[in-house]
């Protein structure tokens, strides 16, 4: 996982259709994608915390939220779509991994005039606490349903990833869980980790089982427990930043397009890695030499652009020029008569003498010495450096033609087809 800007992150899901599907956590995570696309900058608290907003950073809310009513009950929708010259991104809020809801999302995204590149998905903690004793066998029997329904759905270029539900902390306010649920009294929060663990177990088995991606938020923020907020369950904009690194990492992987190689993910932060703050880059026409000048101390390097997968040319890395050695000590040369010449036939290092070009011998032009030559070292020889060729930030083409196309997106049955999903040696057949 790597730190990525903005510009990266636009070019690496450049004409991509991205479906986020889940709870108020995957809320954020649609949030902070698509700040991600814009800005240089993290989701501030309140953005964090409000829901069914009209509007979020040019993004517009398509059902639900504000239009209809605010509630916390298992009938809350809430559809929002980013859109943009060459990005696609939308949400919808699930209670239930698995319903007639789920059934309608499935229909509308096949029958779209897009297909989805990305679908990023779970549902787990309102699956687990709001519906009944029987939690358990419902929850696998709708995780296998759905699956099986995306198997058949979704088309064979389409990335499905499956997050597991992030950890839980020590204390879970009233405003997440009710005080009854069907039935039952509110539950604990032992009991409620307890459940998460198994839902998280049963999820990644069914998903591997149709080799669907998995990412385990779980394992990954098992110690970021720092980042936690108030309520025990919503997590701060620094972890959903790391959250969208992992997702953005996991997407390249899929497509074989090489990140920039930096630093593995620090705690500490750099400066625009800040609520509100935004870095203001300087336009690569106008950097002319400072390109290649040392950072001032105190401030990271600027990071270089994503590199092309490997099957695409590459031009060849700037030329360096090779460092000279150091100057050599010379001993103190004995009281000699000096001749009018020197003989050409010794070794002659240039780096022990130098010659005064202003009285030259008029005996022999080459090796010819006055009375004024002196045993000092030669003065340094500039060192012009080799033209270096600054090279732009490439274009990943990932199935689509170079050409322009009519539209950002491609028709539902014309896309192109991308090599099936990773599956084992021996994989089964695939019912008809």
């Known amino acids: 996982m790597v730190r ?23 809320r ?19 953005q964090l915390r409000t829901k069914g907003e009209l509007t979020f950073e040019k993004d517009q809310l398509m059902k639900g939220g504000e239009l209809d009513t605010l509630h916390n009950r298992t009938d809350y929708r809430e559809v929002r779509e980013f859109c943009s010259d060459h990005h696609l991104v939308r949400f919808y809020f699930l209670t ?51 699956f099986g329904r995306m198997d058949e759905v979704l088309p064979k270029s389409c990335l499905l990833v499956w997050n597991t539900a992030m950890p839980l902390g020590d204390k879970i306010k009233a405003a997440f869980l009710p005080q009854k649920c069907k039935g039952q009294y509110r539950i604990s929060v032992a009991t409620l980790k307890k459940r998460v663990s198994q839902a998280n177990l049963y999820s990644h088995e069914e998903a591997t089982k149709r080799y669907f991606d998995v990412l385990d938020l779980n394992f990954h923020f098992r110690q970021d427990r720092k980042h936690l907020q108030g309520d025990g369950v919503h997590w701060n904009e620094h972890a959903h930043r790391r959250l969208s690194y992992l997702l953005l990492s996991h997407m390249a992987d899929a497509w074989g397009v090489e990140l920039p190689h930096r630093d593995p993910w ?33 401030l990271l390097p600027r990071p270089p652009p994503l590199l092309p997968s490997p099957t695409l040319p ?17 001993p103190p040369a004995p009281p000699y008569p000096q001749d009018n010449y020197f003989s050409s036939d010794p070794i002659f290092h240039s780096d022990e003498f130098y010659i005064h ?70 994989q089964e057949s695939r019912p008809q």
């Open 314 to 330: 590459m031009r060849p890395p700037p030329l360096l020029a090779c460092p000279l050695p150091p100057p050599q000590l010379m």
């Open 96 to 146: 239930r991994v698995y319903s007639e809801y789920m059934e309608s999302v499935l229909e509308e995204l096949q029958s779209g005039t897009h297909a989805p590149d990305v679908i990023i998905m779970n549902s787990c903690l309102w699956d687990v606490s709001r519906y009944g004793r029987n939690f358990l066998s419902s929850y696998r029997q709708n995780l296998e349903n759905l």
């Open 266 to 298: 620090e705690p500490d932060l750099v400066p625009w890695e800040r609520p509100g703050q935004v870095e203001e880059r300087q336009p690569q026409a106008n950097r002319g030499s400072q390109a290649f000048a040392l950072s001032p101390p105190g």
């Open 357 to 426: 070009p202003e009285n030259p011998s008029p005996t022999h032009p080459g090796y010819a010495f006055d009375g004024d030559f002196s045993f000092h070292h030669q003065p340094p020889v500039p060192n012009f450096h080799q033209p270096c060729y600054q090279r732009h930030a490439p274009v990943v083409h990932r199935g689509f033609p170079r050409h322009h196309a009519r539209g950002p997106y491609m028709p539902w049955r014309g896309r192109p087809r991308r090599p099936q999903r990773h599956a084992p040696a021996c």
């Open 28 to 46: 954020a995570v649609y949030k902070d994608l698509v700040l991600l696309l814009q800005k240089d900058c993290l989701l501030t608290h309140k």
């Open 4 to 26: 990525l800007l903005a510009s990266e992150v636009q070019q690496l899901l450049h004409n991509k259709f991205v479906v986020v599907l889940g709870d108020s956590v995957h």
